[in-house]
């Protein structure tokens, strides 16, 4: 968007349909890792009752925090447009 609020060009507003999909899809990803690797070991070794449960509970939590971590750090990285110019180079004043 430019700087004086006008209206986003139609490749702006593909570009933040693009983030938005790759922010939702790389959070889902991270998400059942990381409930995979704290609930698995509850179904791997057929885990019963009380410690089942805390596992399986632990790993929801800590999933939905995940998602909403990485969904919130990807799109405001992409809002203050920390990307360099030329993939795999830095600006010249960093």
Known sequence: MDAHGGRRTQ??????TVEIGYALCSAAF???V???AVA???YVFGLT??????LVGA???????????????VLVRFGRG???SQPGRTSPDS
Do not use: C, H, K, N
């Not at 490749?11 to 933040?16: F, K």
């Not at 009752?49 to 805390?54: C, P, T």
């Not at 929801?60 to 969904?71: E, G, I, N, S, Y």
């Open 11 to 16: 490749g702006e507003r593909d570009a933040v």
């Open 30 to 32: 991270a998400a059942a």
């Open 34 to 36: 990381l409930f995979g």
């Open 40 to 42: 698995g070991p509850a």
């Open 49 to 54: 009752g009380g410690v089942r449960s805390a």
């Open 59 to 73: 790993g929801a939590m800590l999933a939905v925090v995940v998602f909403a971590v990485r969904v919130v750090s």
């Open 82 to 84: 920390t990307q360099p």
